[in-house]
């Protein structure tokens, strides 16, 4: 189908929430890559908006990504919008000058306001994150919006088809900047055309002629979103050959893997419950961990490709499946480096395993806020659509720094539960996006009645999000902080309780 909008990908780790965005206003859009973009702008396929994507590198640096050779700009056959590095990029190819100028760097929220009609807002908060600015306007183009420390911030062409911003309109700490890219769609001549229940259609039929329905196919199924709605997409079309399995790997939360098993029934798709939890235990816990130069990435990498992995290679042999299916979705592949130019962020237990069947990947050009949407129109009950996300390894991510072991487990997923439940009785479970509890590795002093302590401290950490690419910390009244802090300290083996009000960035959701 072709796309009225493509966002030209430098490497940003925004990009996603860009095309999120678009989404939300109604509109599809298409991903690709800076060094392969040129197929999508010669021929039939020319699009109505063009969007430039941030990234880390600097326009004027050697080897520097740069703009597509058949981007048109001269003859104008689609509006561009250059975001961030986008932006730089259009200044530097009309003349203007970018530079590094630590006093015009900005990362975070930053007050910004029009100085002409292209952007009628009033003043109002932006999100930064640059550290190059463009420092002299380009030829033909005019500065419309500014920072209160006089940065440029916004520019267009005198035709207003090619505009760049050096904030973030897609970040939803920039107060309109929906409004923003909604004016610039719409400017466009865009149609509003995403629909969820189309696209539900598209993707069975994707499938259907992509691969063989009448075989048998193995899916991963955890009990969360991207796992049901994946089964959800696929069990009318491939029905009994439609085969879940269940992995108890030992790093289920309390009531976890009786939940999953509730929720294959309700979907209606034949499974089996894998219990693997001593062989995880005994292989991650055997990763040395003091001289391992990212232990968190090792531990991730041990847990998809040498377990994960196994067991899929194993079921599938066993029932002869000739597909294994899983709910990858685009921000795994994003973090996993997997996505567009994106970089590393941290690997996904499901993402690069290079099985010898073929992989059914139904969503894994959505992220969590379209998965949420596909999954209400497939008719699955509210408490699976918007289920808090939980990593494939589970707990194991939940011991920060610190080795491994059954009782460490054990210990998070008591304290898991005990704040859960404390959560619940506030009626605050359904304001929190995620909820984190971790077991950081660090011993530190504390008293328990009239003794010295040596311990670890539980950390805390609960954000609100729509897409879980940026995150804000959600803050706790103190009657809640001193009832879970109250509760934490009298397990065997926490010293103190620690409260995580980071946002992300700078920090993941996750700690590992």
């Given at each position: 189908?072709?796309?009225?909008?493509?966002?030209?990908?430098?490497?940003?780790?925004?990009?996603?929430?860009?095309?999120?965005?678009?989404?939300?206003?109604?509109?599809?859009?298409?991903?690709?890559?800076?060094?392969?973009?040129?197929?999508?702008?010669?021929?039939?396929?020319?699009?109505?908006?063009?969007?430039?994507?941030?990234?880390?590198?600097?326009?004027?640096?050697?080897?520097?990504?740069?703009?597509?050779?058949?981007?048109?700009?001269?003859?104008?056959?689609?509006h561009v919008l250059g975001v961030c590095y986008g932006m730089q990029l259009l200044a530097h190819n009309f003349g203007g000058k970018v530079e590094r100028d630590s006093?015009?760097?900005?990362?975070?929220?930053?007050?910004?306001?029009?100085?002409?009609?292209?952007?009628?807002?009033?003043?109002?908060?932006?999100?930064?994150?640059?550290?190059?600015?463009?420092?002299?306007?380009?030829?033909?183009?005019?500065?419309?919006?500014?920072?209160?420390?006089?940065?440029?911030?916004?520019?267009?062409?005198?035709?207003?088809?090619?505009?760049?911003?050096?904030?973030?309109?897609?970040?939803?700490?920039?107060?309109?900047?929906?409004?923003?890219?909604?004016?610039?769609?719409?400017?466009?001549?865009?149609?509003?055309?995403?629909?969820?229940?189309?696209?539900?259609?598209?993707?069975?039929?994707?499938?259907?002629?992509?691969?063989?329905?009448?075989?048998?196919?193995?899916?991963?199924?955890?009990?969360?979103?991207?796992?049901?709605?994946?089964?959800?997409?696929?069990?009318?079309?491939?029905?009994?050959?439609?085969?879940?399995?269940?992995?108890?790997?030992?790093?289920?939360?309390?009531?976890?893997?009786?939940?999953?098993?509730?929720?294959?029934?309700?979907?209606?798709?034949?499974?089996?419950?894998?219990?693997?939890?001593?062989?995880?235990?005994?292989?991650?816990?055997?990763?040395?961990?003091?001289?391992?130069?990212?232990?968190?990435?090792?531990?991730?990498?041990?847990?998809?490709?040498?377990?994960?992995?196994?067991?899929?290679?194993?079921?599938?042999?066993?029932?002869?499946?000739?597909?294994?299916?899983?709910?990858?979705?685009?921000?795994?592949?994003?973090?996993?480096?997997?996505?567009?130019?994106?970089?590393?962020?941290?690997?996904?237990?499901?993402?690069?395993?290079?099985?010898?069947?073929?992989?059914?990947?139904?969503?894994?050009?959505?992220?969590?806020?379209?998965?949420?949407?596909?999954?209400?129109?497939?008719?699955?009950?509210?408490?699976?659509?918007?289920?808090?996300?939980?990593?494939?390894?589970?707990?194991?991510?939940?011991?920060?720094?610190?080795?491994?072991?059954?009782?460490?487990?054990?210990?998070?997923?008591?304290?898991?539960?005990?704040?859960?439940?404390?959560?619940?009785?506030?009626?605050?479970?359904?304001?929190?996006?995620?909820?984190?509890?971790?077991?950081?590795?660090?011993?530190?002093?504390?008293?328990?009645?009239?003794?010295?302590?040596?311990?670890?401290?539980?950390?805390?950490?609960?954000?609100?999000?729509?897409?879980?690419?940026?995150?804000?910390?959600?803050?706790?009244?103190?009657?809640?902080?001193?009832?879970?802090?109250?509760?934490?300290?009298?397990?065997?083996?926490?010293?103190?309780?620690?409260?995580?009000?980071?946002?992300?960035?700078?920090?993941?959701?996750?700690?590992?």
């Open positions: 189908m072709k796309k009225q909008i493509i966002i030209i990908d430098y490497g940003s780790q925004y990009t996603l929430l860009i095309a999120r965005t678009i989404l939300e206003l109604g509109y599809n859009c298409h991903v690709v890559s800076y060094d392969e973009a040129s197929q999508f702008l010669t021929g039939n396929h020319l699009p109505k908006f063009v969007i430039l994507s941030g990234g880390d590198k600097s326009v004027y640096a050697p080897g520097a990504p740069t703009l597509p050779e058949d981007l048109e700009l001269t003859g104008k056959p689609y006093n015009k760097s900005g990362y975070g929220p930053e007050t910004i306001y029009s100085i002409s009609d292209q952007n009628p807002y009033p003043e109002s908060t932006a999100w930064m994150s640059h550290g190059d600015s463009v420092t002299v306007m380009p030829n033909g183009f005019y500065n419309h919006i500014i920072t209160l420390d006089g940065t440029i911030a916004g520019i267009t062409n005198e035709s207003k088809t090619i505009t760049g911003v050096q904030f973030h309109p897609e970040v939803s700490q920039t107060v309109y900047g929906k409004e923003f890219l909604k004016q610039l769609i719409v400017n466009a001549g865009c149609i509003p055309d995403w629909n969820p229940e189309e696209i539900i259609q598209q993707k069975r039929d994707e499938i259907s002629k992509k691969y063989d329905i009448s075989k048998k196919v193995l899916l991963g199924l955890s009990g969360g979103v991207d796992s049901s709605v994946t089964a959800a997409l696929l069990a009318p079309l491939f029905g009994e050959n439609l085969h879940a399995i269940i992995i108890d790997h030992g790093g289920l939360r309390q009531g976890e893997r009786d939940e999953a098993i509730a929720i294959a029934t309700e979907l209606g798709v034949s499974f089996e419950v894998v219990d693997l939890a001593d062989e995880f235990i005994a292989k991650i816990s055997a990763i040395d961990r003091t001289n391992s130069q990212d232990y968190a990435e090792d531990m991730r990498k041990v847990f998809g490709k040498d377990l994960y992995k196994k067991i899929f290679e194993q079921k599938s042999i066993e029932i002869g499946a000739s597909y294994i299916a899983q709910g990858t979705n685009a921000a795994d592949l994003t973090e996993s480096g997997k996505k567009g130019n994106s970089a590393l962020i941290k690997s996904h237990h499901n993402v690069n395993l290079q099985f010898s069947l073929p992989e059914i990947l139904p969503i894994d050009d959505l992220y969590k806020y379209q998965i949420r949407q596909i999954g209400k129109d497939l008719g699955l009950p509210e408490e699976i659509y918007n289920r808090e996300p939980f990593p494939g390894p589970g707990l194991y991510l939940r011991i920060a720094d610190a080795q491994v072991t059954r009782e460490r487990l054990e210990l998070v997923r008591q304290a898991d539960h005990i704040v859960r439940s404390i959560l619940r009785a506030h009626g605050l479970v359904e304001h929190i996006s995620q909820l984190v509890i971790a077991l950081l590795g660090c011993r530190v002093v504390g008293v328990r009645g009239d003794e010295r302590a040596y311990d670890m401290p539980i950390s805390i950490r609960a954000v609100v999000t729509t897409d879980f690419m940026t995150v804000e910390p959600f803050f706790f009244e103190k009657n809640v902080i001193q009832e879970i802090t109250s509760k934490l300290t009298k397990i065997p083996g926490v010293s103190r309780v620690m409260f995580d009000y980071t946002p992300k960035p700078p920090g993941t959701t996750e700690y590992q």
